[in-house]
């Protein structure tokens, strides 16, 4: 009876499939493996931890005061009853959902790229893809060894494809009357590299619930990151209050032309009653009655006018000025004292990733017997 029931819970371990005491005595035995592992990963997490670039990391937090639609829904029930308060409605409010489309759009990211930016490797503001492309922003021997590793298969893709031609894009920026006309963004091949990569420079994260964004700028050096953040934080409100107010700023700059060309119409009208009343003076003729009486009727109804879209452009001016928006900035810009990378972490992620490297090798030898005969009974 024990002989058989050993053997049943020698099965039972078997069909279970994995042994925990078995595992621990195989990692023991094989030790030497996992410490060889464990040091050749140590060695290799401390050069990339040396050779490591430093980031600094800002974050800059915005909350925007949108104005409240109060002042429209009492503007729409006064136009129910007949009476004008002189209330437009405003322009539609822009989605938060948008934002991040916003800093992540080839303008936004192209207008931070040419950035005049401080680093201390050079003694005058350049822009990051200057930075880059001149060669100030030398990557580390780590870099290198990736690049001419792991990276080879597509340094090798690369150099059979050969060079990538640029766009050449020459065509009138203006049309007939001098108007400038819209044409597609041209991006050069250089641009485009630092495109790719600008993802991780520069990143929006929007709270919905709470109703504040979080603009997440990285960089290399502490000044260029707050530099930079600066920008990105003024640049992005730009962008927000311009995409508000566009629709107003319209409208504004309708009224403003049609106002200038009644002006000028009201004041030739002026001159002119102004010149018949000089030279009728001592005596009135039938000839100049009848002019004087026609000029004083055009003029009169351009007046009208012109009073009346001095008034709309008034309202005009002031519904631009409703529509743009007041960013209350919660957390500032402030220069990083600490980099946001440390190389303490870098070194215990590629021991710990070199531990379990050796104890898969270790656990991998003593299971390759029993897969073979696995194999074996399975052919058999």
């Known amino acids: 009876m024990d002989t058989n029931e050993k053997n049943l819970n020698q099965a039972e371990v ?40 430093r980031a600094y990391t800002v974050q800059t937090v915005m909350v925007p005061q949108l104005n409240s639609r109060q002042n429209n829904s009492l503007g729409s029930l006064a136009a129910l009853m007949g009476i004008d308060l ?52 030398k990557p580390s021997i780590f870099s290198y060894v990736l690049r001419y590793t792991i990276g080879l298969p597509g340094l090798i893709i690369n150099a059979i494809r050969g060079p990538q031609p640029e766009i050449e894009y020459n065509v009138e ?18 641009e485009q590299k630092m495109l790719d990569v600008f993802g991780r420079v520069v990143a929006l994260d929007v709270n919905k619930k709470e109703g504040f964004i979080t603009l997440i700028v990285n960089g290399s050096e502490p000044i260029q990151t707050a530099e930079l953040a600066m920008k990105a934080q003024n640049l992005l409100q730009e962008e927000l209050t311009r995409h508000r107010v566009e629709k ?64 709309q452009l008034e309202q005009a001016k ?27 972490k870098k070194l215990i992620v590629w021991t710990f990733f070199g531990g379990i490297v050796g104890c898969g090798i270790v656990i991998g030898k003593g299971y390759m017997p029993k897969l073979k005969a696995m194999f074996k009974k399975e052919e058999a």
């Open 14 to 53: 078997e069909e279970s499939g994995i042994d925990i005491v078995a595992i621990i005595r195989q990692l023991w035995d094989g030790r030497k493996t996992v410490l060889i592992c464990l040091g050749i990963f140590m060695a290799l997490g401390l050069i990339a931890a040396l050779t490591m670039k």
């Open 86 to 137: 002189g209330v437009q409605a405003s322009t539609a409010d822009l989605s938060p959902l948008v934002y991040p489309e916003i800093v992540n759009s080839v303008p936004y990211r192209l207008e931070l790229m040419h950035t005049p930016l401080h680093y201390t490797k050079v003694d005058h503001p350049i822009s990051m893809f200057d930075y880059v492309m001149g060669g100030y922003d």
């Open 173 to 190: 920026s203006s049309g007939e009357g001098g108007e400038p006309v819209q044409r597609p963004i041209v991006v050069s091949v250089a």
């Open 248 to 311: 107003s700023e319209s409208e504004l700059k309708y009224v403003q032309e049609r106002f200038e060309e009644i002006k000028k119409e009201n004041d030739y009208y002026q001159e002119q009653l102004a010149a018949i009343n000089d030279r009728s003076q001592g005596f009135t003729g039938t000839r100049d009655r009848i002019e004087r009486d026609r000029i004083q009727a055009k003029y009169n109804v351009s007046n009208a006018i012109f009073n009346e879209l001095a008034k």
């Open 318 to 344: 002031m519904q631009v000025k409703k529509d743009t928006p007041v960013y209350a900035v919660i957390q500032p810009v402030t220069i990083p004292m600490k980099p946001s990378n440390s190389r303490a």
